[in-house]
């Protein structure tokens, strides 16, 4: 494990995920400080940070081609836990905040939507990449992307889960850009989302009862309509989230930093970024987004070392997607930019379903980042002894010594020759 952090090439990215974790503990601690509450939260999720750091470990011992035939049974496997939702006990799933949407195991909690949303980025990552679904016509890649997407949708919606539901409407919109050929498919599709939201909205201001109707539990519409008139919910449905707008105009330019306490619930997790601006002001909070846009840029850097339409840059690509939907969407409803929704922020909010989740996904980057890396060296190697090489199929005795990759010290040695044919694996 430790040579595994050492390592200068998955240190390059392994160093957010500490900062990402120490930054995490630190504003839980805050949180439950400014609470009055014991740091039961703060423990949990540094047991948590372990148990992800190890996910991260052991799937670098796996190749990437079998993580990608993987994503198939692990898509599988994720529908299973949320269907399992609706057919174990009630106080195995119990109803939290109106949500049917976690498996009660005694010492943790699981969220299954969470594990669906990255098995569904794992598999379409792996249809797309296929030649056979590039030379699909527009309408025929939509259908398949939209029933592998759909299933998932549907489910987490019975669980009254809408913030992860709408984490699945992202990727297909996301998805409906990257492969679509024709205009005219992007702008009708696009047209029709924007149109169901302005009726949304107009419907949640004039005709409320119609959202009920068609399925809108009261306590999301409330949340649309606190939203559309604070003044008017200020005392009630509004009241959470105008402390959470008046802690962080408190913070102002430099923060606070553990003064004036103030209760606020489900600060730790919905409303994290709250804390930080909070305690460290908007100089801090403008810190904060700059890491995370440094790290955005480190994995669009590692995408383009991919080659362009395969399993691996496609992952990325998805991931990244995934990683900027919830921190934005998080940060959006802590500022009232949009009505609170209910996603946690990615390696930063408390959870452990959330964060076993994002370190799966951020174990397989690790991975790609790696397996890059060790071909880049490859590469490098044999271009030095080409001439050498091209002169034989195979190499005997009295060639020199062959290239074997040492993972500990991040590159090659050699050692006495043995027959050689060379193959480039894929990424």
Same mark, same amino acid.
């Given at each position: 494990?430790?040579?595994?952090?050492?390592?200068?090439?998955?240190?390059?990215?392994?160093?957010?995920?500490?900062?990402?974790? #120490?930054?995490?503990? &630190? /504003?839980?601690? $805050?949180?439950?400080?400014?609470? @009055? =509450?014991?740091? +039961? *939260? !703060?423990?949990?999720?540094?047991?948590?940070?372990?148990?992800?750091?190890?996910?991260?470990?052991?799937?670098?011992?796996?190749?990437?081609?079998?993580?990608?035939?993987?994503?198939?049974?692990?898509?599988?496997?994720?529908?299973?836990?949320?269907?399992?939702?609706?057919?174990?006990?009630?106080?195995?799933?119990?109803?939290?905040?109106?949500?049917?949407?976690?498996?009660?195991?005694?010492?943790?909690?699981?969220?299954?939507?969470?594990?669906?949303?990255?098995?569904?980025?794992?598999?379409?990552?792996?249809?797309?990449?296929?030649?056979?679904?590039?030379?699909?016509?527009?309408?025929?890649?939509?259908?398949?992307?939209?029933?592998?997407?759909?299933?998932?949708?549907?489910?987490?919606?019975?669980?009254?889960?809408?913030?992860?539901?709408? #984490?699945?409407?992202? &990727? /297909?919109?996301? $998805?409906?850009?990257?492969?679509? @050929? =024709?205009?005219? +498919? *992007? !702008?009708?599709?696009?047209?029709?989302?924007?149109?169901?939201?302005?009726?949304?909205?107009?419907?949640?201001?004039?005709?409320?009862?119609?959202?009920?109707?068609?399925?809108?539990?009261?306590?999301?519409?409330?949340?649309?309509?606190?939203?559309?008139?604070?003044?008017?919910?200020?005392?009630?449905?509004?009241?959470?989230?105008?402390?959470?707008?008046?802690?962080?105009?408190?913070?102002?330019?430099?923060?606070?930093?553990?003064?004036?306490?103030?209760?606020?619930?489900?600060?730790?997790?919905?409303?994290?970024?709250?804390?930080?601006?909070?305690?460290?002001?908007?100089?801090?909070?403008?810190?904060?987004?700059?890491?995370?846009?440094?790290?955005?840029?480190?994995?669009?850097?590692?995408?383009?070392?991919?080659?362009?339409?395969?399993?691996?840059?496609?992952?990325?690509?998805?991931?990244?997607?995934?990683?900027?939907?919830?921190?934005?969407?998080?940060? !959006?409803?802590?500022?009232?930019?949009?009505?609170?929704?209910?996603?946690?922020?990615?390696?930063?909010?408390?959870?452990?379903?959330?964060?076993?989740?994002?370190?799966?996904?951020?174990?397989?980057?690790?991975?790609?980042?790696?397996?890059?890396?060790?071909?880049?060296?490859?590469?490098?190697?044999?271009?030095?002894?080409?001439?050498?090489?091209?002169?034989?199929?195979?190499?005997?005795?009295?060639?020199?010594?062959?290239?074997?990759?040492?993972?500990?010290?991040?590159?090659?040695?050699?050692?006495?020759?043995?027959?050689?044919?060379?193959?480039?694996?894929?990424?």
């Amino acid at each position: 494990m430790l040579n595994f952090i050492k390592n200068k090439t998955n240190l390059s990215i392994l160093i957010f995920y500490f900062i990402f974790s #120490f930054s995490s503990l &630190l /504003f839980i601690l $805050l949180a439950e400080y400014n609470n @009055n =509450k014991t740091p +039961t *939260l !703060f423990l949990k999720q540094f047991v948590f940070y372990l148990i992800g750091l190890g996910i991260i470990y052991l799937l670098q011992k796996i190749p990437i081609d079998y993580i990608e035939k993987f994503s198939i049974a692990f898509y599988l496997f994720a529908l299973v836990l949320l269907v399992g939702i609706f057919l174990v006990p009630n106080n195995f799933a119990p109803i939290v905040n109106g949500a049917r949407s976690w498996y009660n195991l005694g010492l943790f909690t699981l969220q299954p939507s969470e594990f669906g949303k990255i098995a569904t980025v794992a598999m379409i990552s792996m249809l797309i990449k296929e030649k056979s679904f590039k030379d699909n016509t527009d309408t025929v890649k939509l259908l398949k992307i939209s029933l592998i997407i759909s299933i998932p949708f549907v489910l987490v919606l019975k669980e009254n889960d809408l913030g992860n539901g709408l #984490f699945f409407i992202f &990727l /297909f919109l996301g $998805l409906v850009f990257l492969v679509c @050929n =024709k205009g005219k +498919t *992007l !702008f009708r599709i696009y047209s029709v989302v924007i149109a169901g939201l302005a009726i949304i909205i107009l419907a949640a201001l004039y005709f409320p009862r119609l959202l009920n109707l068609v399925g809108l539990k009261s306590y999301q519409l409330n949340r649309i309509l606190s939203w559309l008139n604070p003044e008017a919910y200020k005392l009630d449905y509004s009241y959470q989230i105008t402390q959470v707008l008046r802690e962080i105009k408190l913070g102002g330019l430099t923060g606070t930093f553990a003064k004036n306490k103030n209760y606020i619930d489900e600060q730790f997790n919905d409303f994290i970024f709250s804390i930080v601006a909070k305690n460290f002001g908007f100089i801090g909070a403008a810190i904060f987004l700059t890491i995370f846009f440094i790290f955005i840029l480190r994995l669009f850097n590692i995408m383009k070392k991919c080659e362009q339409g395969n399993y691996s840059y496609y992952f990325i690509l998805l991931a990244i997607c995934s990683f900027c939907f919830s921190f934005f969407i998080n940060i !959006f409803s802590t500022l009232s930019i949009i009505p609170v929704i209910g996603i946690s922020m990615p390696f930063i909010s408390y959870g452990g379903s959330s964060l076993i989740a994002n370190s799966i996904l951020f174990g397989i980057i690790v991975k790609i980042n790696a397996t890059i890396h060790e071909e880049y060296l490859e590469d490098e190697y044999y271009e030095n002894y080409e001439d050498e090489y091209d002169e034989a199929q195979y190499i005997d005795d009295s060639h020199p010594l062959d290239p074997v990759y040492d993972n500990n010290n991040n590159n090659y040695y050699e050692e006495e020759p043995q027959q050689y044919k060379r193959s480039k694996r894929k990424r």
